[in-house]
Each structure stands twice: as structure tokens, then as C-alpha cells.
């Protein structure tokens, strides 16, 4: 388990599927970009998040809000200790992740851990056609290191695979700007804050 202000990672367990189809269920677009889903009830994403949780190859975590139900899950993957690499990857964020700083916190202790834990790159790769992704990769300071045109294909559709990546010296820089951002100080009564992750984590890989 990986506690933070805004939000706690839990070792992801068939117990969160309820949460998770509560968070989740009607928002087909979530699935789009993912090798799986949309799922039609309970027991379809009980069954995925059951297969995902037993996965020897994967350590998935459900993203609990403080004060909150499970909204969302992430994990890593590609785990290659001898060469000191590891991914980040199936990020699934329900509407009401989306945007927020649990979200954020969620990235930041993750990424923590793997360099904490000696791993020299973290790695995101994503779907080139997925904008979303794309843009928070480089929000939270992945640096893009090019496309694999006709990378795979996924639900019948030809897949442009871009990679994106962090190396234990980015993090160093890194590190100091996400924790400024994920200050409370800079937060409202609301959860909000006019602090912007991108200009924070630009302006410190700008010192490379």
C-alpha cells in the first residue's frame, strides 16, 4: 500500500470490483484506448479485475481518494529488474479522478517507488491516436522518444505505439516540482489550484 495526501494506492484485489464498476460502469469512452472493455456488468469487470490482480507479470494498484471510494486503478508492468526498467500502465481514471490531484499523487508515488527501488528508466507508452494520454505523459514530465508505427493491434485496429520515458536522473529534477505542486498550501478550499504540473516539471528538466 502507498499512502499519500490525496490518495492511497492499494494492492489491487477482486474486494474492489464493486467500487470500481460503481466508478466506472456507463463510460464506454474510458475503454477506447485500453486492450479491454468496455465491460457490460459487475461480473465481466469483476472477472477482468480478478485476472489483472493474479497477473505474476503485473503489480496493479486500485487509486482509493482520501476519504473516497475506488475510483480508478494503475499499475506497473514490463518489469525487468536486471536492466533496471520499468512501465507504467493500465491507468484507468473514472470521471471523478480525472483531473484531480489524487490523480497526480497517484503517478508521483508510483514513479517514487520505482526509482526508490533502484529502477534506472520508467517508461509510458501509449496509443499515438490517444491525446489524452499523450498529453499527460508529457504533463508529468516523460520525455517522448519517438512512435513504432504498426505496433500491435488491439481490438481489431492497427496500434502506433508512442514511448515515453523518465530515467532516474530526470527524477532527481523531477522529484522537488511535483512535490511543490502537490503542496497543499497551493490548494483551495475547493481542491483547487492555479499551480500548472507541465510549467513545473518543463521548467525542471529545462536544467538538464
Known amino acids: 500500500m502507498l499512502a499519500g495526501r490525496w490518495v492511497t494506492l492499494e494492492p489491487l484485489a477482486a474486494a474492489h470490483a464493486d467500487e470500481l464498476w460503481a466508478a466506472t460502469a456507463g463510460d464506454d469512452a474510458l475503454w477506447t484506448y485500453l486492450p479491454y472493455g468496455p465491460f457490460a456488468s459487475r461480473d465481466e469487470l469483476a472477472a477482468h479485475v480478478a485476472t489483472l ?18 475510483a480508478g486503478l494503475l499499475g506497473y508492468l514490463r518489469i525487468e529488474p536486471p536492466h533496471g526498467t520499468i512501465e507504467v ?49 508529457r504533463r508529468l514530465g516523460f520525455t517522448p522518444e519517438g512512435v513504432w508505427r504498426n505496433h500491435r493491434v488491439v481490438k481489431g485496429r492497427s496500434r502506433d505505439t508512442a514511448w515515453f520515458a523518465m530515467t532516474d536522473d530526470d527524477w532527481a529534477l523531477l522529484r522537488p516540482a511535483f512535490e511543490a505542486w502537490l503542496d497543499p498550501a497551493g490548494f483551495d478550499a475547493d481542491g483547487r489550484t492555479a499551480a500548472r504540473l507541465s510549467v513545473l516539471t518543463a521548467a525542471a528538466l529545462a536544467g538538464r
Open 89 to 137: 500502465g493500465h491507468v484507468t481514471l473514472s470521471r471523478r479522478l480525472r483531473r484531480s490531484a489524487a490523480a497526480t499523487e497517484a503517478q508521483y508515488l508510483l514513479a517514487r517507488q520505482a526509482f526508490e527501488l533502484g529502477y534506472r528508466r520508467y517508461e509510458w507508452k501509449a496509443n499515438a491516436l490517444n491525446a489524452a494520454s499523450l498529453a499527460a505523459a
Open 53 to 70: 490482480a493474479a497477473d505474476a507479470d503485473v503489480v496493479p494498484y486500485a487509486i482509493r481518494p482520501t476519504h473516497g471510494a475506488v
